[in-house]
Every structure is written in C-alpha cells, then in structure tokens.
C-alpha cells in the first residue's frame, strides 16, 4: 500500500503569510498533498511541486473544461489555479456548517460528488456522531479521497471506516502529531491510506512524513547461507552503486548473480587504511548481477542510472529506498562467490579488494578474508525472475 501525507493550509489556520510557511515546511519535509482553499491553489503552486487538493465551496464554479474553444473568458483562467483534486464539505454538510439531510439522497455534497463533470473527487467529513460516521461510508462511494477528521483523536471510528469502506476511496485520516499519524497508518494492521496533519510544526511535520516512508517499507527476512567457494577470476566491469543518500554503519545493498540469493554487502561506512570511507558507496559487484529495488523487483547492475531507486537494507532486514546518484563501472579482478541454503547453491561476483564487506555471523567481513564455512547473510526466495519481476516458472541458473 502506498501511504500519503496531506498538510492542511486553508484559511482555519491563518493569514496567507501563515499558510506560506506552513506549505513551505511541508515541500521540504516532502509532504503528497497541500489542502487549502481554492484561491490559493496558483500561490502554491508557485512555492513548489507537490499535488494540491482544494476545499470547493462554490459547486458552480468554471473548470477549464467548461470554457468553449474561442471563448473570450478562457484566456483569464490559468491551468496553475487547477487542484489536482477538489474537496467538498467545508462550510456544508461535512464539516456540521449544514445540517445533515435525513435522507442522504438529499445531501449537497454527495450530489457534487456523483456529478459526471467530475467536480469533485473527495470529500471532507468531520466525525461528531455516528450519523456523520455513516455519511463518510457514504461519501467514500464516490469519492476518490474521504478525508475524516475526528474532535478528538481518541474516539475517531477509523477501525470501523477501514473494514466497511475497503477500496472502495483513499481513506485520510486527520491528526495533530507524528504519534497519531503512526497509529492512523497501524489501525486493523491495513491502516489508513494517508493522514491530513494540521500542524505548524516543521518538525512534527518531518515526523510524520517519516512515519508514512516507515509504514510503507517492508522488513526482509534474511537467513545465513554457507560459503562453499570462494575463487579468483579474471577481471569484469565491476559497478559502485553511489546514492545520494548516506547509509549507515550496518546498511547495504542485496546484489547477486541469481535472482533467488541476494547477498548482503555493506555499504563502504567503514574507515580504512587504504581509502577513506564513503558511506554513500556500495561496491555491489558485476554488471550482469542483480540488484533489489523498493519495489521489490530487481534490476541488474548495467541498468542503473542517476534517478533510478535502490533499496537499502540492514542486517536485520528493515528497508529503505535510495536514489541513485551515479553509476561507476570500471575493470576490476573479481572474486567468485559460492554458498549453499537448503540444498540450492547461490552465487556472485565481488571485486577482489579488502574494502568489500559481506555480512557474516562475526559481522562486517572483508571478501578478502571471507572462507568456505562461514556463514553469509543473503536473501533468499524459491522465485524465478522475468525482467526483475517474480514469476513462478522454472529457470534454471548456473
């Protein structure tokens, strides 16, 4: 599941001035989305790129969409003052402006939402009682985001909202703090799909946005392979993995010759006598070799370029995603790389050089030192690979 932080900045948090830092806290942080009132939509997009959802109040308003070829209007409405979505029940029936109909067929804001011109694609309910629980469940028909905001986080209905709404709509969820964010995104184990933070904290903000990257990460489960070989070759284009991100001391990347045992090897964090430590590096081996990605895909070593995301793990198995920086290939002699998991034998090729660090049961262990019966730490999975993805098809590799 793909999770999203949402920074309210409409006009309930103060004066353009205050909204502006509020916005400009979360495009650093990296916030998803910025609601606010749909007369500011152009001021952020000039601040920064990031979607903005706008509250619509007026159901009647031009879109783009609207305005005939040659209409003499059209050149006064700019695509800028677009949202990429709008957001209907401030200062109506969503947010207790406008009393609830008893008949919800009679609602003025689920009739915007079923529009066919599509002018709105979410919705903004508050929580006050049961009534407005089930006005969410009915809003989330239609709509593409339903945004609930509780009076007090304790007594949001959000495990009653994630089991009847389901997939039906992107479920947002509104808190105050990183901590409540992190409880939204565990609530029934699925969580909620984002969280709308009303904050004016920058640090808070930062929180929560870390929370959102540590609610979608997985956590791997690596086991201990026993080295069978380890044998000079002859000289390959070896690949240094350089990401714009700094790696910890027991972080790495899982890279390897078949795409079912990818080993462990440590990012160069470590000082040495020869070089200096560059903990943005990861000597990941050959260019034919695979390497795990976020999304758990692999790609292979020659494919990588400025951009592209890599996944990051550590010796536990918990992950992160980093940006490639650069890619540096260059001739190198190699060493083979042999080890047995549960009868099946799994391979690589790491450059013969003591800076490259695999992970065994001693910890950090230079290549140059590594040995047939130690045990290495990879990541193992009975899966073939077709263009990166997991297939279940036999392939044979040797």
Known sequence: MTRSVWLKADDSVGDWETRKRRITAGLEAGVDWVLVDEDDVERVRSLGDVSVAAFRTDSDTTLIDDVEEGDEDAASIDAASEADAYIVGKNGEGDGTVDLPGDFSGSADLTTLRREDNRAQGSYVRILSKDYESFAEEAAKDADYTIVVGEDWTIIPLENLIARIGEETDLIAGVTTAEEAKTAFETLELGA??????SDDPDEIRQTVEVRDEAERETLDLQWATVTAVERTGMADRVCVDTGNLMEHDEGMLVGSM???????????????????????????????????????????????????????????????????????????????????????????????????????????????????????????QTARHFGEAVEESIIEK
Not at 193 to 198: A, I, Q, S, T, Y
Not at 354 to 372: F, N, P, Q, Y
């Open 193 to 198: 799909d984002g969280v709308l933070l009303d």
């Open 259 to 381: 795409g079912r045992g990818l080993f462990f090897v440590h990012a160069e964090t470590a000082e040495s006598p020869y070089v200096a430590s560059r903990p943005f590096r990861v000597n990941a081996g050959a260019v034919h070799a695979y390497v795990r990605t976020p999304d758990g895909g692999t790609k292979y070593l020659s494919e990588l370029k400025s951009g592209d995301e890599v996944q990051v793990v550590d010796a536990d198995g918990k992950t992160r995603e980093a940006v490639v920086g650069r890619v540096k290939i260059e001739k190198r002699p190699m060493f083979r790389i042999e080890a047995e998991i549960d009868g099946d034998r799994v391979e690589t090729l790491l450059q013969n050089a003591e800076t490259i660090k695999v992970h065994t049961r001693e910890g950090r262990t230079a290549v140059t030192d590594l040995e047939a019966g130690d045990d290495v730490l990879l990541f193992y999975e």
